[in-house]
C-alpha cells in the first residue's frame, strides 16, 4: 500500500506511517501565485492501494481542495484503490437544513470526494454517524473512545468518576463512553440563544462530590465547555475535566479555555495543535496515529474494522 500526505496535518501523517512502518510517498502539493492548488504525485502509485490522509479542518476550503486534487491526480495514475482517510471531517456540522433557504452542505462535500474518485472513505467521529450515508461508498466511523478509555483509567479513579453529556444531542456518544469505564452518567440542559453561545440551564443528574468528564465530539468557541464546567462546579462536582475528539478551537476558544475552571481539556491530534494549545496549561493532546494507523492496516489486509471497537 501506499500513504500519502496533504498539508492539513503533517505530523499526524507522519506518525502514522511510522506506526505503519510504511514510508509516505513523495507528493508534491504547492500553491500557484494565485493560491491554485498543484499536485504531482512523486512515485509510481499505478496498481496500487492508495490511503490519502487529510483533515480538513482550518482552512477547511483549502484543505478540501487539496484533499480532492491529491484524488484526482491519483486516479489519472492508475490507483488500484483510493480511500481518503479524513480524521476531521470540516462542513459536518451543516448536515441538515438549518432555514429555509440553507444547503447541506455536509452532503455536497460527500458528493465532491465521490465524484473526485474516491473508492472509500475512512474518518473519526462524525459530528452526526447520519453522514455515512451521505456517501455512496463504502464509510468507516472510527471512533476515538479506546483511546480515551485508555487515557481516563490512567488518570482517575474508577468509583469518583462520573461522564457528562454537554447537550441533550451528545447523550449517546456519552453513555457510550460511560458504559465503557462503568462510570454513571449526566446531562447538561442547555439553551443556545445564537450561535457560537450557549447558556447552561440546568444539571440532570446528581454530580456532587464527583470527578465530571465532559464528552463531546466538538470544541469549537469553547463557551459551551467553560459553561457547563462552572454549572458543574456550583452543584458540587469536586474538578470538571473536558475529553473532546475535535479540537477545532477558533477565535479566543484558547484563551477562554486556559482561563476557565476546566481542570483538563484532552484532545485528539485529528487536528493539528496551534502554539497556543501547545503551550496552554490546561489543554493536552492524545495521538489518534496508532489507531488510524491500525485501521489503515487492517483495510489494506481486507480484515475487519469494526472489531477495534468491541
Same mark, same amino acid.
Given at each position: *500500500? ?21 514510508? $509516505?510517498?513523495? &507528493? ?5 501565485? @494565485? ?29 478540501? *481542495? ?7 491526480? $491519483? ?40 465524484? /473526485?474518485?474516491? @473508492? ?6 462524525? +459530528? ?11 464509510? @468507516? ?6 483511546? *480515551? ?51 447552561? *440551564? ?6 456532587? !462530590?464527583?470527578? &465530571? ?12 465547555? &467553560? ?19 475535535? !479540537? ?16 483538563? $481539556?484532552?484532545?485528539? @491530534? ?5 502554539? /497556543? ?32 471497537? +468491541?
Amino acid at each position: *500500500m501506499k500513504l500519502v500526505a496533504g498539508n492539513s496535518n503533517r505530523p499526524l501523517a507522519e506518525a502514522i506511517a511510522a506506526y505503519l512502518n510504511v514510508p $509516505l510517498t513523495k &507528493c508534491l502539493v504547492r500553491r500557484f501565485a @494565485d493560491m491554485e492548488v498543484f499536485v504531482e504525485i512523486e512515485e509510481n502509485v499505478r496498481g496500487e492501494d492508495v490511503f490519502v490522509i487529510q483533515s480538513t479542518s482550518f482552512p477547511a476550503n483549502d484543505n478540501l *481542495m487539496e484533499l480532492l486534487i491529491i484524488i484526482d491526480a $491519483l486516479r489519472r495514475a492508475s490507483a488500484r484503490r483510493i480511500t481518503a482517510v479524513i480524521p476531521y471531517f470540516g462542513y459536518a456540522r451543516q448536515d441538515r437544513k438549518s432555514g429555509s433557504r440553507t444547503p447541506i452542505s455536509a452532503k455536497l462535500v460527500a458528493n465532491l470526494i465521490t465524484h /473526485a474518485g474516491a @473508492d472509500r472513505v475512512a474518518t473519526l467521529d462524525l +459530528h452526526a454517524g447520519q453522514i455515512q450515508g451521505f456517501f455512496d461508498i463504502p464509510t @468507516d466511523n472510527l471512533f476515538a473512545a479506546p483511546v *480515551m478509555v485508555r487515557d481516563i483509567k490512567e488518570r482517575f479513579e474508577d468509583d469518583s468518576v462520573m461522564v457528562v453529556s454537554p447537550d441533550v444531542g451528545g447523550v449517546v456518544r456519552a453513555r457510550g463512553l460511560a458504559k465503557r469505564i462503568g462510570a454513571p452518567l449526566s446531562i447538561v440542559d442547555k439553551r443556545r440563544e445564537r450561535p457560537g453561545e450557549s447558556e447552561v *440551564m440546568n444539571i440532570i443528574g446528581h454530580v456532587e !462530590g464527583h470527578s &465530571c468528564i465532559l464528552v463531546d465530539d466538538i470544541v469549537d468557541s469553547g463557551g459551551t465547555l &467553560c459553561n457547563a464546567a462552572e454549572a458543574l462546579l456550583a452543584k458540587g462536582a469536586t474538578e470538571v475535566s473536558a475529553y473532546i475528539t475535535h !479540537g477545532v478551537l477558533s477565535g479566543g476558544a484558547v484563551a477562554r479555555i486556559t482561563a476557565s475552571s476546566l481542570k483538563h $481539556l484532552v484532545i485528539t @491530534d485529528s487536528i493539528q495543535a496551534t502554539e /497556543a494549545v501547545r503551550v496552554s496549561r490546561n489543554i493536552r493532546v492524545i495521538s489518534i496515529a496508532p489507531l488510524i494507523g491500525e485501521a489503515i492496516g487492517r483495510t489494506a489486509r481486507e480484515e475487519s474494522v469494526s472489531s477495534l471497537f +468491541h
